[in-house]
């Protein structure tokens, strides 16, 4: 049982390129998230879903975008590279209802030249 | 609207000595909280959640936590450190607004273990 599955684990974009986070699943779970970790800073949500076809914004979702076409995949979208996106990007999947534990992926270490 | 507070970002404790990781939430209605634990270059891995029920939640790595609602409070202890306890440790709050899924994490907690 995979769980969640972060691809790429590590990145080195330019300023103004382009690249898409993967993530999926295999758990079934119909809630999935975006989140971004900086130090001194805990984790930020940036986008998440609530079901295929469904998607919401965070609290950090400029220069982000997702879709959900599917239960299982949820990616995000870098549409033009900042240095302040350097960061590291976790992706988490939660079944339905609010005392459900948040399932992580190992994350992606992106940084922006 | 619910937050998260853990009071300190860094906390230093000797091998086998007590740990205490402190967390306080903000919440309208009953909460639902959780402790994940984060070691290096890893993502994020439960310790614990209190739901309803028992107050005193226990948790993997004989980590424990209670539930304290006068105390708005859901501190996480350890009765003797182990190195391998060094890591950094995240509580969060799930959101009960909306049909949404998130969870509302705390500015995390480094914990150093000293030999």
């Known amino acids: 049982n995979a769980g969640v599955t972060q691809t790429p684990k590590f990145q080195v974009l330019k300023t103004g390129q382009s690249m898409t986070l993967q993530c999926a699943q295999d758990m079934n779970h119909e809630y999935m998230s975006w989140y971004r970790q900086d130090p001194g800073m805990g984790l930020r949500l940036i986008h998440y879903s609530v079901g295929a076809g469904i998607t919401d914004q965070g609290e950090v979702p400029n220069g982000y975008n997702v879709s959900r076409s599917t239960t299982e995949d949820f990616p995000l979208r870098l549409l033009s590279a900042a240095p302040s996106q350097t960061s590291v990007y976790f992706c988490?999947?939660?079944?339905?209802?609010?005392?459900?534990?948040?399932?992580f992926g190992q994350g992606t270490r992106l940084t922006v030249v | 609207a619910q937050s998260v507070t853990q009071l300190g970002s860094h906390v230093s404790v000797s091998e086998g000595a007590l740990v205490l990781l402190r967390c306080n939430y903000s919440s309208s209605v009953p909460p639902y909280l959780f402790w994940y634990v984060q070691y290096p270059n890893q993502g994020l891995q439960l310790l614990l959640k209190y739901t309803t029920g028992a107050t005193l939640v226990k948790g993997i790595n004989g980590f424990e936590a209670e539930f304290k609602k006068s105390e708005t409070s859901f501190h996480l202890t350890k009765p003797s450190a182990h190195m391998s306890d060094a890591a950094e440790y995240f509580c969060a709050v799930s959101a009960t607004s909306g049909n949404t899924g998130k969870l509302i994490f705390g500015q995390g907690t480094t914990l150093q273990v000293k030999p």
């Open positions: 988490a999947s939660r079944a339905t209802g609010e005392n459900t534990e948040a399932f």
